[in-house]
């Protein structure tokens, strides 16, 4: 690979920040929060003791600031494992990439990556109201098939795929964990579990309004997998912190509970209870 990149590569602005996030290295911290929802941003930043930076563009929201002496950014994804990777490659690229010169930096920075979202569980033993940290993940939009240096397999995958019904699928599916070196932050959680990743909120997650979904046991079968919850964006975040030598872990909100139909009362309530837990955690 040529050190030099090329301007159609590197896309930046004319203020020499990234085109999608809209931002400069000095913009972030080296731990992240990344959420999908926009207006999630600052529910979370208003924690801050305070906030130095605060940008947007599109569905990219970042601020930046300090909490308890520590450095720390929060930033929204918006919704699929294709926003994720606009946001992976150019987070990367603030802290790896020489933005001016477009060369890659000789040292390395990792950052550490705290995805907090929302999921469904499709094991009917999994509560509502409750948090489930992700250990293992499986893809099911294909995305990391379009890099080809990833490669990831683990008891979870080899029985996942040796046991994978679906030959249509069957061909866009990766796997990938969670950063064990920085799972201590979540010990505590209710539930660890194996989440699928879905390219889309109905026919992939076996919802049916005036079209029809693949199999009406299609949620039944990835739980009978090892599978625990879903949503649309780790494996992406997982997988692309894998190629990139960053650290990741995902904790969801369990807002709906598939299985046995049942929804949260309050989702406000419990988003603020995983805000105040992570960052708990996460910032000494």
């Given amino acids: 690979m040529l050190n030099k990149l090329a301007a159609s590569e590197l896309v930046l602005n004319d203020d020499g920040s990234v085109y999608h996030l809209n931002l400069l290295p000095e913009d972030i911290a080296q731990k992240i929060i990344l959420v999908g929802d926009p207006d999630r941003v600052p529910k979370v930043s208003k924690y801050f003791d305070k906030i130095e930076v605060r940008k947007n563009k599109r569905e990219f929201y970042t601020h930046t600031g300090t909490l308890r002496g520590e450095r720390i950014t929060v930033m929204s994804s918006g919704i699929g494992t294709e926003n994720i990777d606009i946001v992976m490659n150019e987070l990367d690229a603030l802290v790896n990439i020489d933005?001016?010169?477009?060369?890659?930096?000789?040292?390395?920075?990792?950052?550490?990556?705290?995805?907090?979202?929302?999921?469904?569980?499709?094991?009917?033993?999994?509560?509502?109201?409750?948090?489930?940290?992700?250990?293992?993940?499986?893809?099911?939009?294909g995305l990391l098939h379009f890099y080809p240096d990833y490669e990831f397999e683990n008891d979870f995958s080899r029985n996942f795929l040796d046991k994978f019904p679906y030959e249509k699928i069957k061909g866009m599916l990766y796997f990938s964990d969670w950063a064990e070196d920085i799972s201590g932050y979540y010990k505590e959680a209710q539930y660890h579990g194996n989440t699928a990743t879905f390219p889309g909120f109905y026919a992939p997650q076996g919802r049916q309004l005036r079209l029809k979904a693949l199999d009406d046991q299609f949620l039944e079968t990835l739980n009978d997998l090892g599978v625990s919850n879903f949503e649309m964006e780790t494996s992406a975040i997982y997988g692309l912190s894998k190629l990139l030598a960053h650290k990741a872990l995902t904790v969801n909100n369990v807002v709906a509970n598939r299985r046995r139909g049942e929804f949260v009362a309050d989702h406000h309530t419990s988003e603020k209870r995983m805000i105040e837990w992570v960052l708990e955690r996460i910032i000494s």
């Fill in 99 to 141: 933005l001016k010169n477009k060369e890659f930096k000789t040292e390395h920075t990792a950052l550490e990556l705290f995805r907090l979202g929302t999921c469904g569980s499709v094991n009917a033993d999994i509560e509502v109201d409750s948090m489930l940290v992700t250990e293992n993940v499986v893809g099911l939009d």
